[in-house]
């Protein structure tokens, strides 16, 4: 269904006026965001600037306090559990593989939105699971216990459970955390396609600034639970931006090998460090 915001663009995802709190600490305060249908979308910023939690609430896994989050117009919090969860799917962080599941089983377990009562897995259920399960390179390990795992294989079976849920929305909460710079590349690249070639909305956390720009066509900036940069990377990634952000000097040029601005910490020895060495010294 399409949906025209206030300024007219069409949006898949829209928070409005968004406050959200943990019992009485408030964390994000009046918050708007809006995604265009088919863009993938980074949401970055400083642990503990509330990331987490924003993606927590347009994924109405938690309810805000106040404002509305409205995935093609309609409030989600007035959507039945079931069909919201074939339109966004979340990748949480991380996951504690304490049950004796294969991998299949628990790609299977995204399924569940399209499943009847006890009926078994359809015809579709199982070629949705073989598609993910091979998009993500999990399909050789489908036997395996998700506790013989290692961490970078579990983070692949869940994106893959994910896309078996077939959303309209993919969130993924830092999915490169547990992957080498190989897997890191493929996931981002196997996101990137399902944007492109699918249609699908990705919505990612990054702590990677590098990787968001080469890959993100939008990178939102969050501080103490405000955004405070929202826009395409080359137009609102700075020197003082990131400077502002992370609290460290940086240098950014253009890269001829990616095509994008790369990002690089430059190493700065503070007042405090020189002291104490002088002392030492
Ligand atoms: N369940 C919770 N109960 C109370 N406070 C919480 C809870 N989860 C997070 N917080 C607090 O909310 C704030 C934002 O946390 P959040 O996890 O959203 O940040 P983040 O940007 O995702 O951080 P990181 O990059 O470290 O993952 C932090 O101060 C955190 O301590």
């Given at each position: 269904m399409q949906h025209i915001g206030v300024d007219g663009m069409e949006y898949i995802l829209e928070a409005r006026d968004l406050s959200c709190a943990y019992d009485q600490t408030t964390?994000?305060?009046?918050l708007d965001l809006a995604i265009e249908r088919s863009s993938m979308v980074g949401i970055l910023g400083p642990n503990g600037s509330g990331k987490t939690t924003l993606l927590r609430h347009i994924s109405a896994a938690l309810k805000p306090r106040s404002g509305v989050v409205l995935l093609n117009g309609v409030d989600v919090f007035a959507m039945r559990r079931r069909m919201l969860a074939r339109k966004i799917a979340y990748v949480p962080q991380s996951t504690a593989a304490?049950?004796?599941?294969s991998a299949m089983d628990v790609v299977m377990m995204g399924r569940i939105p399209y499943m009847?009562?006890?009926q078994s897995e359809s015809h579709a259920d199982m070629s949705a699971v073989k598609q993910a399960m091979d998009m993500t390179g999990t399909w050789q390990f489908?036997?395996?216990?998700?506790?013989?795992?290692s961490g970078g294989e579990l983070q692949r079976v869940m994106i893959a459970r994910a896309l078996a849920q077939q959303p309209e929305i993919l969130m993924l909460d830092e999915?490169?955390?547990?992957?080498d710079l190989q897997f890191q590349m493929e996931i981002l690249d196997l996101l990137r396609q399902l944007v492109d070639h699918h249609g699908l909305t990705v919505i990612v956390v990054l702590h990677d600034i590098n990787l968001a720009v080469q890959f993100c066509d939008k990178v939102v900036f969050m501080q103490s639970g405000s955004i405070i940069a929202d826009g395409r990377p080359q137009d609102v990634i700075t020197e003082q931006l990131i400077s502002d952000v992370y609290n460290v000097a940086v240098s950014i040029w253009h890269d001829e090998a990616t095509g994008s601005i790369c990002i690089a910490p430059v190493r700065q020895a503070s007042s405090e460090t020189s002291a104490c060495l002088k002392r030492i010294g």
């Open positions: 964390i994000i305060e009046h304490d049950f004796e599941f009847k009562g006890f489908r036997d395996r216990s998700i506790t013989e795992l999915p490169t955390a547990h992957l």
